[in-house]
Protein backbone atom coordinates (compact mmCIF):
# COMPACT_ATOMS: atom_id res chain seq x y z
CA UNK A 1 0.00 0.00 0.00
CA UNK A 2 1.15 3.77 -0.81
CA UNK A 3 1.75 6.24 2.17
CA UNK A 4 -0.23 8.97 0.85
CA UNK A 5 1.99 12.54 1.45
CA UNK A 6 1.50 15.80 0.28
CA UNK A 7 4.59 17.73 -0.44
CA UNK A 8 4.93 21.59 -1.13
CA UNK A 9 7.84 22.76 -3.93
CA UNK A 10 7.89 26.84 -2.45
CA UNK A 11 10.11 27.31 -5.62
CA UNK A 12 7.35 26.86 -7.76
CA UNK A 13 3.85 27.95 -5.81
CA UNK A 14 3.51 31.39 -7.37
CA UNK A 15 0.36 31.61 -4.74
CA UNK A 16 -2.11 31.77 -7.20
CA UNK A 17 -4.55 30.35 -4.63
CA UNK A 18 -6.31 27.75 -7.49
CA UNK A 19 -5.62 24.57 -4.90
CA UNK A 20 -7.51 26.75 -2.35
CA UNK A 21 -10.50 27.12 -4.79
CA UNK A 22 -10.10 23.84 -5.83
CA UNK A 23 -10.79 22.00 -2.68
CA UNK A 24 -13.43 24.33 -1.82
CA UNK A 25 -15.50 23.84 -4.78
CA UNK A 26 -15.29 19.78 -5.06
CA UNK A 27 -16.26 20.06 -1.38
CA UNK A 28 -18.37 22.75 -1.04
CA UNK A 29 -16.93 23.34 1.50
CA UNK A 30 -18.76 25.83 3.57
CA UNK A 31 -18.07 29.47 4.12
CA UNK A 32 -15.39 30.37 6.69
CA UNK A 33 -13.56 26.74 6.27
CA UNK A 34 -10.31 26.46 4.82
CA UNK A 35 -9.02 22.63 4.26
CA UNK A 36 -5.91 24.23 2.32
CA UNK A 37 -5.04 27.84 2.21
CA UNK A 38 -1.64 29.19 0.94
CA UNK A 39 0.32 30.74 3.51
CA UNK A 40 3.65 33.20 2.18
CA UNK A 41 6.46 34.11 4.49
CA UNK A 42 8.37 36.83 4.43
CA UNK A 43 6.06 38.73 2.20
CA UNK A 44 7.56 41.65 0.39
CA UNK A 45 11.26 40.80 1.56
CA UNK A 46 13.86 38.88 0.31
CA UNK A 47 13.26 34.82 0.18
CA UNK A 48 9.68 35.41 -0.22
CA UNK A 49 8.03 32.07 -0.20
CA UNK A 50 4.51 30.76 -0.57
CA UNK A 51 3.27 27.52 0.92
CA UNK A 52 0.23 25.72 0.59
CA UNK A 53 -0.50 23.99 3.21
CA UNK A 54 -3.43 21.91 4.78
CA UNK A 55 -3.46 18.30 6.30
CA UNK A 56 -0.66 16.55 5.97
CA UNK A 57 -1.38 13.44 7.30
CA UNK A 58 0.82 12.75 9.78
CA UNK A 59 2.45 10.27 11.32
CA UNK A 60 1.26 9.42 14.61
CA UNK A 61 -0.81 12.21 14.32
CA UNK A 62 -1.31 14.32 16.87
CA UNK A 63 -4.82 15.10 16.40
CA UNK A 64 -5.85 11.67 16.33
CA UNK A 65 -3.48 11.48 19.69
CA UNK A 66 -5.36 14.48 21.24
CA UNK A 67 -8.76 14.04 20.56
CA UNK A 68 -10.88 13.31 24.01
CA UNK A 69 -13.75 10.90 21.69
CA UNK A 70 -11.05 8.77 19.63
CA UNK A 71 -12.96 9.68 16.44
CA UNK A 72 -9.95 9.72 14.05
CA UNK A 73 -8.63 6.69 12.19
CA UNK A 74 -5.69 6.27 9.71
CA UNK A 75 -6.59 4.39 6.30
CA UNK A 76 -4.64 1.36 4.74
CA UNK A 77 -2.88 4.47 2.86
CA UNK A 78 -2.04 6.15 5.71
CA UNK A 79 -4.52 9.09 5.10
CA UNK A 80 -5.78 10.55 8.25
CA UNK A 81 -9.51 10.58 8.45
CA UNK A 82 -11.97 10.92 11.54
CA UNK A 83 -16.11 10.16 12.12
CA UNK A 84 -17.96 13.27 12.38
CA UNK A 85 -20.57 12.03 13.88
CA UNK A 86 -18.47 11.41 17.27
CA UNK A 87 -16.49 14.52 17.15
CA UNK A 88 -18.02 16.92 20.23
CA UNK A 89 -16.08 19.65 18.28
CA UNK A 90 -13.81 20.75 21.67
CA UNK A 91 -10.79 22.19 19.21
CA UNK A 92 -7.72 20.03 20.72
CA UNK A 93 -7.22 18.69 17.29
CA UNK A 94 -6.73 22.79 16.88
CA UNK A 95 -4.17 23.10 19.70
CA UNK A 96 -2.21 19.83 18.95
CA UNK A 97 -1.82 20.20 15.04
CA UNK A 98 1.37 21.27 13.92
CA UNK A 99 -0.29 22.67 10.82
CA UNK A 100 -3.51 24.11 11.53
CA UNK A 101 -5.30 22.56 9.63
CA UNK A 102 -8.28 21.48 11.93
CA UNK A 103 -11.66 24.25 10.80
CA UNK A 104 -14.69 24.34 12.78
CA UNK A 105 -17.84 25.54 11.68
CA UNK A 106 -19.57 28.10 14.14
CA UNK A 107 -22.33 27.24 15.89
CA UNK A 108 -24.45 27.63 18.88
CA UNK A 109 -23.30 29.45 21.86
CA UNK A 110 -20.65 31.56 22.37
CA UNK A 111 -17.66 30.66 20.12
CA UNK A 112 -19.13 27.34 20.07
CA UNK A 113 -17.15 25.07 17.51
CA UNK A 114 -19.13 22.33 15.59
CA UNK A 115 -17.83 19.47 14.22
CA UNK A 116 -14.42 19.51 12.87
CA UNK A 117 -13.83 19.84 9.69
CA UNK A 118 -10.46 19.39 7.98
CA UNK A 119 -8.68 17.86 4.60
CA UNK A 120 -9.40 14.47 3.76
CA UNK A 121 -7.53 13.87 1.04
CA UNK A 122 -10.28 13.53 -1.15
CA UNK A 123 -10.74 10.34 0.68
CA UNK A 124 -14.43 10.96 2.39
CA UNK A 125 -14.81 9.68 5.25
CA UNK A 126 -16.47 6.65 7.35
CA UNK A 127 -19.65 6.88 5.02
CA UNK A 128 -20.02 4.61 2.73
CA UNK A 129 -17.77 5.54 -0.69
CA UNK A 130 -19.68 7.63 -2.75
CA UNK A 131 -22.68 7.99 -1.14
CA UNK A 132 -24.43 11.11 -0.69
CA UNK A 133 -24.43 11.56 3.04
CA UNK A 134 -20.48 10.89 2.72
CA UNK A 135 -20.47 13.87 -0.16
CA UNK A 136 -22.10 16.06 2.79
CA UNK A 137 -20.33 15.02 5.23
CA UNK A 138 -17.20 15.14 3.91
CA UNK A 139 -17.21 16.16 0.10
CA UNK A 140 -15.85 13.95 -2.80
CA UNK A 141 -14.64 10.73 -2.69
CA UNK A 142 -11.49 10.60 -4.91
CA UNK A 143 -9.33 8.33 -4.08
CA UNK A 144 -12.36 5.90 -3.85
CA UNK A 145 -12.61 6.73 -7.68
CA UNK A 146 -8.61 5.96 -8.20
CA UNK A 147 -8.41 9.71 -8.39
CA UNK A 148 -5.53 11.61 -6.43
CA UNK A 149 -6.10 15.13 -4.34
CA UNK A 150 -8.01 17.96 -6.80
CA UNK A 151 -5.50 20.52 -5.35
CA UNK A 152 -2.79 18.77 -6.64
CA UNK A 153 -4.11 17.91 -9.73
CA UNK A 154 -5.21 21.18 -10.57
CA UNK A 155 -1.83 22.94 -9.67
CA UNK A 156 -0.40 24.80 -12.76
CA UNK A 157 3.07 25.17 -11.76
CA UNK A 158 3.07 21.38 -10.35
CA UNK A 159 4.10 22.58 -7.03
CA UNK A 160 1.88 20.72 -4.88
CA UNK A 161 2.21 17.28 -5.47
CA UNK A 162 0.26 14.48 -3.71
CA UNK A 163 -0.04 10.65 -4.06
CA UNK A 164 2.82 8.15 -2.44
CA UNK A 165 5.07 9.53 -0.51
CA UNK A 166 8.48 7.88 -2.19
CA UNK A 167 7.22 8.75 -5.73
CA UNK A 168 7.01 12.35 -5.20
CA UNK A 169 9.81 12.70 -3.18
CA UNK A 170 11.60 11.28 -6.06
CA UNK A 171 9.98 13.59 -8.23
CA UNK A 172 11.18 16.70 -5.96
CA UNK A 173 14.76 15.47 -5.69
CA UNK A 174 14.56 15.04 -9.24
CA UNK A 175 13.78 18.81 -9.86
CA UNK A 176 16.19 20.20 -7.02
CA UNK A 177 19.02 18.45 -8.19
CA UNK A 178 18.25 19.80 -12.30
CA UNK A 179 17.66 23.02 -11.27
CA UNK A 180 20.19 23.08 -8.65
CA UNK A 181 18.13 24.83 -5.79
CA UNK A 182 15.93 23.68 -3.41
CA UNK A 183 14.06 24.91 -0.55
CA UNK A 184 13.04 21.54 0.96
CA UNK A 185 9.81 20.04 1.77
CA UNK A 186 7.79 22.36 4.40
CA UNK A 187 6.46 20.21 7.29
CA UNK A 188 8.08 17.10 6.21
CA UNK A 189 10.33 16.89 9.63
CA UNK A 190 7.44 17.73 11.86
CA UNK A 191 4.68 15.91 9.54
CA UNK A 192 6.49 12.83 8.58
CA UNK A 193 9.47 13.03 11.11
CA UNK A 194 11.87 12.16 8.22
CA UNK A 195 13.60 14.52 4.98
CA UNK A 196 12.75 14.50 1.79
CA UNK A 197 15.94 12.96 1.60
CA UNK A 198 19.54 13.80 -0.50
CA UNK B 1 41.65 23.66 -3.10
CA UNK B 2 37.88 22.09 -4.32
CA UNK B 3 37.49 19.93 -1.67
CA UNK B 4 39.16 22.18 0.93
CA UNK B 5 36.69 25.05 0.44
CA UNK B 6 34.22 22.71 0.21
CA UNK B 7 35.47 21.38 3.99
CA UNK B 8 35.36 25.14 5.27
CA UNK B 9 32.04 25.58 4.26
CA UNK B 10 30.54 22.70 5.80
CA UNK B 11 32.60 23.30 8.90
CA UNK B 12 30.75 26.72 8.92
CA UNK B 13 27.53 25.19 8.35
CA UNK B 14 27.51 22.93 10.92
CA UNK B 15 29.13 25.68 13.66
CA UNK B 16 25.68 27.73 12.44
CA UNK B 17 23.84 25.15 12.69
CA UNK B 18 24.58 24.30 16.10
CA UNK B 19 25.15 27.71 17.56
CA UNK B 20 21.70 27.96 18.45
CA UNK B 21 21.46 24.68 20.15
CA UNK B 22 24.71 25.47 22.16
CA UNK B 23 23.21 29.02 22.76
CA UNK B 24 20.06 26.99 24.21
CA UNK B 25 21.55 24.69 26.41
CA UNK B 26 24.43 27.37 27.69
CA UNK B 27 22.74 29.36 30.29
CA UNK B 28 20.78 32.58 28.82
CA UNK B 29 19.68 33.13 24.94
CA UNK B 30 21.90 35.73 23.87
CA UNK B 31 22.32 35.45 20.33
CA UNK B 32 18.74 34.62 19.50
CA UNK B 33 18.96 34.56 15.59
CA UNK B 34 17.23 38.23 15.00
CA UNK B 35 14.96 36.60 12.38
CA UNK B 36 16.07 33.26 10.98
CA UNK B 37 13.62 33.62 8.51
CA UNK B 38 14.87 36.13 6.03
CA UNK B 39 17.88 34.12 5.42
CA UNK B 40 15.92 30.89 4.30
CA UNK B 41 18.12 27.65 4.17
CA UNK B 42 16.64 24.85 3.64
CA UNK B 43 12.49 24.12 5.11
CA UNK B 44 13.97 21.47 6.60
CA UNK B 45 16.56 23.14 8.63
CA UNK B 46 14.82 26.26 9.44
CA UNK B 47 11.75 23.69 10.46
CA UNK B 48 14.34 22.08 12.91
CA UNK B 49 15.19 25.39 14.27
CA UNK B 50 12.04 25.86 14.98
CA UNK B 51 11.56 23.00 16.77
CA UNK B 52 14.57 23.45 18.98
CA UNK B 53 13.68 27.05 19.90
CA UNK B 54 10.09 26.61 20.19
CA UNK B 55 9.14 29.03 17.72
CA UNK B 56 6.12 28.98 15.51
CA UNK B 57 6.49 29.67 11.28
CA UNK B 58 4.17 32.20 10.06
CA UNK B 59 3.40 33.90 7.08
CA UNK B 60 0.39 36.22 5.37
CA UNK B 61 -2.75 34.89 4.21
CA UNK B 62 -5.57 35.68 2.04
CA UNK B 63 -8.41 34.46 3.72
CA UNK B 64 -9.65 36.17 6.49
CA UNK B 65 -9.04 33.82 9.16
CA UNK B 66 -5.80 35.08 10.80
CA UNK B 67 -4.88 31.78 12.79
CA UNK B 68 -4.34 30.27 9.44
CA UNK B 69 -1.19 32.34 8.68
CA UNK B 70 0.58 29.86 11.37
CA UNK B 71 2.06 27.53 9.22
CA UNK B 72 4.21 25.17 11.13
CA UNK B 73 3.99 25.08 14.96
CA UNK B 74 6.16 23.10 16.56
CA UNK B 75 4.56 23.84 20.05
CA UNK B 76 1.48 21.59 19.34
CA UNK B 77 3.91 18.70 20.10
CA UNK B 78 4.63 20.17 23.47
CA UNK B 79 0.95 20.79 24.11
CA UNK B 80 0.12 16.68 23.32
CA UNK B 81 2.24 15.97 25.88
CA UNK B 82 0.46 17.80 28.36
CA UNK B 83 -2.72 16.99 27.59
CA UNK B 84 -2.12 13.40 26.95
CA UNK B 85 1.24 12.81 29.68
CA UNK B 86 1.23 15.41 32.38
CA UNK B 87 -2.31 16.05 33.02
CA UNK B 88 -3.59 12.70 32.69
CA UNK B 89 -0.68 12.21 35.61
CA UNK B 90 -1.25 15.07 37.66
CA UNK B 91 -5.00 14.27 37.61
CA UNK B 92 -4.83 10.84 37.77
CA UNK B 93 -2.65 11.09 41.00
CA UNK B 94 -3.86 14.11 42.22
CA UNK B 95 -7.77 12.83 42.72
CA UNK B 96 -6.98 9.06 43.42
CA UNK B 97 -4.63 10.27 45.72
CA UNK B 98 -7.07 12.26 47.79
CA UNK B 99 -9.69 9.83 47.37
CA UNK B 100 -7.00 6.82 48.68
CA UNK B 101 -6.02 9.57 51.76
CA UNK B 102 -9.55 10.17 52.77
CA UNK B 103 -10.55 6.14 52.64
CA UNK B 104 -7.64 5.40 54.64
CA UNK B 105 -8.98 8.74 57.00
CA UNK B 106 -11.69 7.04 57.11
CA UNK B 107 -10.90 3.71 57.63
CA UNK B 108 -8.61 4.06 60.41
CA UNK B 109 -10.49 7.41 62.58
CA UNK B 110 -14.11 7.02 61.36
CA UNK B 111 -16.34 9.80 61.42
CA UNK B 112 -15.48 12.86 63.59
CA UNK B 113 -17.99 12.65 66.19
CA UNK B 114 -19.39 15.21 67.95
CA UNK B 115 -17.46 14.93 71.90
CA UNK B 116 -19.94 16.21 73.44
CA UNK B 117 -23.39 14.94 72.05
CA UNK B 118 -25.44 16.58 70.32
CA UNK B 119 -27.07 19.11 72.15
CA UNK B 120 -30.44 19.15 70.47
CA UNK B 121 -30.57 22.92 70.62
CA UNK B 122 -29.11 24.44 66.99
CA UNK B 123 -27.59 27.77 65.91
CA UNK B 124 -27.81 29.80 62.52
CA UNK B 125 -24.66 28.90 60.55
CA UNK B 126 -25.82 29.89 57.15
CA UNK B 127 -28.69 31.97 56.18
CA UNK B 128 -30.71 31.15 53.02
CA UNK B 129 -28.84 33.48 50.75
CA UNK B 130 -25.41 32.16 51.77
CA UNK B 131 -26.80 28.60 51.48
CA UNK B 132 -28.25 29.55 47.81
CA UNK B 133 -24.96 30.67 46.67
CA UNK B 134 -22.73 27.66 48.16
CA UNK B 135 -24.88 24.91 46.27
CA UNK B 136 -25.31 27.15 42.98
CA UNK B 137 -21.20 27.32 42.77
CA UNK B 138 -21.46 23.61 44.36
CA UNK B 139 -24.02 21.74 42.11
CA UNK B 140 -21.96 23.76 38.83
CA UNK B 141 -18.80 22.65 39.87
CA UNK B 142 -19.86 19.13 40.14
CA UNK B 143 -21.11 19.02 36.43
CA UNK B 144 -18.21 20.99 35.51
CA UNK B 145 -15.61 18.58 36.92
CA UNK B 146 -17.11 15.57 35.92
CA UNK B 147 -17.16 16.54 32.21
CA UNK B 148 -14.15 18.27 32.27
CA UNK B 149 -12.47 14.95 33.56
CA UNK B 150 -14.49 13.08 30.76
CA UNK B 151 -12.39 14.98 28.14
CA UNK B 152 -9.01 13.59 29.58
CA UNK B 153 -10.32 10.37 31.39
CA UNK B 154 -12.91 9.64 29.51
CA UNK B 155 -11.76 7.78 26.76
CA UNK B 156 -10.01 5.18 28.68
CA UNK B 157 -12.41 4.73 31.26
CA UNK B 158 -16.06 5.36 29.90
CA UNK B 159 -15.58 4.83 26.04
CA UNK B 160 -14.55 1.27 26.49
CA UNK B 161 -17.62 0.53 28.13
CA UNK B 162 -20.12 2.32 26.71
CA UNK B 163 -19.50 2.46 23.05
CA UNK B 164 -18.10 5.64 21.05
CA UNK B 165 -21.71 6.71 20.22
CA UNK B 166 -23.19 6.69 23.77
CA UNK B 167 -19.90 8.20 24.42
CA UNK B 168 -19.77 10.97 22.14
CA UNK B 169 -23.69 12.17 23.61
CA UNK B 170 -22.27 11.87 27.06
CA UNK B 171 -19.39 14.11 26.17
CA UNK B 172 -21.12 16.44 23.49
CA UNK B 173 -23.85 16.93 26.55
CA UNK B 174 -20.90 17.73 28.75
CA UNK B 175 -19.07 20.00 26.43
CA UNK B 176 -22.54 22.29 26.46
CA UNK B 177 -23.34 21.76 29.87
CA UNK B 178 -19.41 22.68 30.69
CA UNK B 179 -20.12 25.84 28.15
CA UNK B 180 -23.32 27.06 29.78
CA UNK B 181 -22.47 26.04 33.84
CA UNK B 182 -19.32 28.20 33.60
CA UNK B 183 -21.34 31.31 34.02
CA UNK B 184 -22.94 30.33 37.53
CA UNK B 185 -20.26 29.18 38.89
CA UNK B 186 -18.46 32.44 38.24
CA UNK B 187 -21.08 34.39 39.51
CA UNK B 188 -21.59 32.10 42.60
CA UNK B 189 -17.26 32.40 43.20
CA UNK B 190 -18.34 36.26 43.26
CA UNK B 191 -20.75 35.94 45.75
CA UNK B 192 -18.84 33.61 47.78
CA UNK B 193 -16.26 36.23 47.89
CA UNK B 194 -18.45 38.91 48.98
CA UNK B 195 -20.77 37.38 51.69
CA UNK B 196 -17.58 35.27 53.38
CA UNK B 197 -14.13 37.33 53.06
CA UNK B 198 -14.48 39.37 55.99
CA UNK B 199 -14.31 36.27 58.05
CA UNK B 200 -11.88 34.59 55.95
CA UNK B 201 -8.96 36.92 56.59
CA UNK B 202 -6.13 34.75 58.20
CA UNK B 203 -4.75 35.46 61.63
CA UNK B 204 -3.03 34.00 64.64
CA UNK B 205 -5.78 31.89 65.32
CA UNK B 206 -5.64 30.13 62.17
CA UNK B 207 -1.77 29.20 63.10
CA UNK B 208 -2.87 28.07 66.14
CA UNK B 209 -5.23 25.86 64.55
CA UNK B 210 -3.02 24.30 62.26
CA UNK B 211 -0.69 23.75 64.65
CA UNK B 212 -3.24 22.05 67.40
CA UNK B 213 -3.73 20.02 63.92
CA UNK B 214 -7.21 21.27 63.21
CA UNK B 215 -10.06 19.64 63.37
CA UNK B 216 -9.32 15.98 61.88
CA UNK B 217 -6.21 15.32 63.51
CA UNK B 218 -6.59 17.02 66.62
CA UNK B 219 -8.57 14.68 68.10
CA UNK B 220 -9.71 14.42 71.67
CA UNK B 221 -11.18 17.11 74.10
CA UNK B 222 -9.19 19.60 73.18
CA UNK B 223 -10.93 21.23 69.46
CA UNK B 224 -8.24 24.48 68.61
CA UNK B 225 -10.73 27.33 69.12
CA UNK B 226 -11.27 28.99 65.97
CA UNK B 227 -13.83 31.81 64.86
CA UNK B 228 -16.53 31.09 61.89
CA UNK B 229 -14.47 29.76 60.31
CA UNK B 230 -11.24 27.77 60.96
CA UNK B 231 -8.12 27.22 59.32
CA UNK B 232 -8.95 24.55 57.24
CA UNK B 233 -12.25 26.20 56.00
CA UNK B 234 -10.32 29.38 55.25
CA UNK B 235 -8.16 27.31 53.13
CA UNK B 236 -11.19 25.75 51.10
CA UNK B 237 -12.36 29.25 50.69
CA UNK B 238 -9.05 30.91 49.31
CA UNK B 239 -8.66 27.63 47.08
CA UNK B 240 -12.07 28.10 45.84
CA UNK B 241 -12.04 32.05 45.34
CA UNK B 242 -8.53 31.86 44.22
CA UNK B 243 -8.62 28.82 42.07
CA UNK B 244 -11.86 29.09 40.78
CA UNK B 245 -11.56 33.13 39.71
CA UNK B 246 -8.45 31.55 37.70
CA UNK B 247 -10.19 28.93 36.08
CA UNK B 248 -12.62 30.77 35.05
CA UNK B 249 -10.67 33.44 33.83
CA UNK B 250 -8.75 30.91 31.36
CA UNK B 251 -12.00 29.04 31.04
CA UNK B 252 -13.53 32.39 29.25
CA UNK B 253 -10.78 32.40 27.24
CA UNK B 254 -10.88 28.75 25.66
CA UNK B 255 -15.24 29.27 25.76
CA UNK B 256 -14.52 32.33 23.10
CA UNK B 257 -11.72 30.35 21.20
CA UNK B 258 -8.93 33.05 19.47
CA UNK B 259 -11.34 36.24 20.61
CA UNK B 260 -8.46 37.82 22.89
CA UNK B 261 -5.39 35.49 21.78
CA UNK B 262 -3.47 33.24 19.75
CA UNK B 263 -2.54 29.73 19.41
CA UNK B 264 0.18 29.58 21.69
CA UNK B 265 -2.26 31.79 24.48
CA UNK B 266 -5.21 28.83 23.87
CA UNK B 267 -2.52 26.04 24.62
CA UNK B 268 -1.24 27.82 28.04
CA UNK B 269 -5.04 29.07 28.47
CA UNK B 270 -5.66 25.09 28.45
CA UNK B 271 -2.78 24.62 30.26
CA UNK B 272 -3.24 26.40 33.47
CA UNK B 273 -7.43 25.64 33.50
CA UNK B 274 -6.55 22.03 33.16
CA UNK B 275 -3.81 21.56 35.95
CA UNK B 276 -5.88 24.06 38.87
CA UNK B 277 -9.13 22.35 37.64
CA UNK B 278 -7.49 18.55 38.74
CA UNK B 279 -6.73 20.14 41.16
CA UNK B 280 -9.70 21.73 42.70
CA UNK B 281 -11.25 18.60 42.07
CA UNK B 282 -8.69 16.73 44.36
CA UNK B 283 -9.32 19.48 47.05
CA UNK B 284 -12.92 19.82 46.34
CA UNK B 285 -13.49 15.80 46.80
CA UNK B 286 -11.93 16.24 50.46
CA UNK B 287 -14.35 19.00 51.29
CA UNK B 288 -17.26 17.15 50.19
CA UNK B 289 -15.93 14.19 52.60
CA UNK B 290 -16.06 16.95 55.52
CA UNK B 291 -19.00 18.15 54.74
CA UNK B 292 -20.61 14.72 54.66
CA UNK B 293 -19.62 11.13 56.24
CA UNK B 294 -16.31 12.30 57.86
CA UNK B 295 -17.91 14.66 60.51
CA UNK B 296 -21.52 14.44 62.76
CA UNK B 297 -23.42 17.64 62.07
CA UNK B 298 -21.42 19.50 59.37
CA UNK B 299 -23.55 18.99 56.71
CA UNK B 300 -26.44 20.85 58.86
CA UNK B 301 -24.68 23.89 58.25
CA UNK B 302 -25.13 23.67 54.32
CA UNK B 303 -28.34 22.19 54.53
CA UNK B 304 -30.58 23.47 57.02
CA UNK B 305 -28.53 26.32 58.11
CA UNK B 306 -28.92 25.13 61.57
CA UNK B 307 -26.06 23.55 63.54
CA UNK B 308 -25.89 21.86 66.61
CA UNK B 309 -24.82 23.95 69.36
CA UNK B 310 -22.08 21.61 71.08
CA UNK B 311 -21.07 20.96 67.38
CA UNK B 312 -20.45 24.97 66.58
CA UNK B 313 -18.91 25.20 70.63
CA UNK B 314 -16.37 22.26 69.32
CA UNK B 315 -15.78 23.57 66.12
CA UNK B 316 -16.03 27.32 66.28
CA UNK B 317 -15.61 27.93 69.89
CA UNK B 318 -14.91 31.86 69.33
CA UNK B 319 -17.97 32.39 66.76
CA UNK B 320 -20.19 31.10 69.04
CA UNK B 321 -19.20 33.11 72.01
CA UNK B 322 -20.04 36.06 69.20
CA UNK B 323 -23.01 34.71 68.35
CA UNK B 324 -24.33 34.70 72.08
CA UNK B 325 -23.01 37.73 72.69
CA UNK B 326 -24.57 39.46 69.60
CA UNK B 327 -28.07 37.88 70.53
CA UNK B 328 -27.52 39.35 74.06
CA UNK B 329 -27.16 42.89 72.51
CA UNK B 330 -30.18 42.38 70.35
CA UNK B 331 -32.23 41.35 72.86
CA UNK B 332 -30.92 44.14 75.29
CA UNK B 333 -32.18 43.15 78.38
CA UNK B 334 -30.46 43.77 81.39
CA UNK B 335 -27.06 42.33 81.94
CA UNK B 336 -26.97 39.19 82.74
CA UNK B 337 -30.93 38.60 82.40
CA UNK B 338 -31.87 35.69 80.04
CA UNK B 339 -34.55 36.13 77.07
CA UNK B 340 -37.21 33.82 76.97
CA UNK B 341 -36.06 30.25 75.36
CA UNK B 342 -32.40 31.76 75.11
CA UNK B 343 -31.73 28.07 77.15
S1 LIG C 1 -1.77 17.85 9.82
FE1 LIG C 1 -2.94 18.20 11.70
S2 LIG C 1 -4.95 17.40 11.28
FE2 LIG C 1 -3.59 16.55 9.70
S3 LIG C 1 -2.90 14.58 10.53
FE3 LIG C 1 -1.38 16.09 11.15
S4 LIG C 1 -2.07 16.74 13.18
FE4 LIG C 1 -3.81 15.73 12.22
S1 LIG D 1 -12.72 18.75 17.72
FE1 LIG D 1 -13.57 16.73 17.26
S2 LIG D 1 -11.94 15.67 16.16
FE2 LIG D 1 -11.01 17.43 17.15
S3 LIG D 1 -10.23 16.63 19.10
FE3 LIG D 1 -12.28 17.46 19.51
S4 LIG D 1 -13.66 15.73 19.26
FE4 LIG D 1 -11.72 15.14 18.32
Redesign the pocket.
Known sequence: MARMKFLCDSDRCIECNACVTACKNEHEVPWGINRRRVVTINDGRPGERSISMACMHCTDAP?AA????S??YTTADAIVL?DKDL???????FYACPFGA?Q?PRVGNFGG?G??DKCTYCAGGPQQDGTMVEYAQYGSNRIAEGKLPLCAEMCSTKALLAGDGEMIATIYRERVSKRGYGAGAWGWRTAYRENVGA | MNRISRLVAAAAMAFSLATPALAQIGGPVTGTPSNPITTPGSADELELMKALNGGRIAGRVSIPDAQSASLIQPEGREWRDFHNKTLTWVGGIAVLGMLAILAIFYLSKGRIRIDAGPAGRTIKRFNGFERAAHWMTATSFVVLGLSGLNLTFGRYLLLPIIGPEAFTAVSLWGKIAHNYLAFPFTLGIVLLFLVWVKDNIPNKVDVAWFKAGGGLLGRGHNHPESGRFNGGQKMVFWITVLGGALVAASGYILIFPFAVTDIAGMQLAHIVHGVLSVLMVAAMIAHIYIGSVGMEGAFDAMGSGEVDLNWAKEHHSLWVEEEMAKARETIGGPAGAKAAGAD
Do not use: N
Open positions: CVCPVCFHCIGCGYCPYRKM
